[in-house]
T-cell receptor
């Protein structure tokens, strides 16, 4: 079956612009996660959704970052007024229910470059 | 806080066994995972182990967990060139949400 799908696969934008990244989880997975992978910081958790609610947003680095999920399916991560330090690969993962024995499956990520 | 450590690099010859090590500090970790990342791709789940187990085997992969020492290892038998990738260990305390804390990754290079 289809895995986690992310779009775009690559995004280049100018500093100060807003960007939207999209994640389409595996069908039937109620839990959805966003992570960021950068050279300096490794893999960092950003936000977790259970259904359409986000019980944990503790990893979002600043108020320029926001995310939403609609219909218990697709999620978008929005970065406003992008900065060069936002350049990274943004990875989305989904799992059946968010428990430890329901492992997370990752998409191929969106590589974001801020000029 | 939580911390997961891995060595940066491992080089082996094709056909040999590879052992990738990981240490973690969170004693409440309940699940530990191994993911593989090839260039330009996302993370591929390889295997995971519950903390009340000390070993899990899945084809060429063997995971060993020493909970007392908070040490996790991944052994790849008969390593192939296609196994060349970055390997990440990750842990979760199995709280609501199960967000993962990752190590920095070990780059495995397999020489023919």
């Amino acid at each position: 079956g289809a895995g986690v799908s992310q779009s775009p696969s690559n995004k280049v934008t100018e500093k100060g612009k807003d960007v939207e990244l999209r994640c389409d989880p595996i069908s039937g997975h109620t839990a959805l996660y966003w992570y960021r992978q950068s050279l300096g910081q490794g893999l960092e958790f950003l936000i977790y959704f259970q259904g359409n609610s986000a019980p944990d947003k503790s990893g979002l680095p600043s108020d320029r970052f926001s995310a939403e999920r609609t219909g218990g399916s697709v999620s978008t991560l929005t970065i406003q007024r992008t900065q060069q330090e936002d350049s990274a690969v943004y990875l989305c993962a989904s799992s059946l229910g968010g428990q430890g024995n329901q492992p997370q499956h990752f998409g191929d990520g969106t590589r974001l470059s801020i000029l | 806080g939580e911390d997961v450590e891995q060595s940066l690099f491992l080089s082996v010859r094709e056909g040999d066994s590879s052992v990738i090590n990981c240490t973690y500090t969170d004693s409440s970790s309940t699940y530990l995972y191994w993911y593989k990342q090839e260039p330009g791709a996302g993370l591929q789940l390889l295997t995971y182990i519950f903390s009340n187990m000390d070993m899990k085997q899945d084809q060429r992969l063997t995971v060993l967990l020493n909970k007392k020492d908070k040490h996790l290892s991944l052994r790849i038998a008969d390593t192939q060139t296609g196994d060349s990738a970055i390997y990440f260990c990750a842990e979760t305390p199995n709280n609501a949400g199960n967000m993962l804390t990752f190590g920095g990754g070990t780059r495995l290079m397999v020489k023919p």
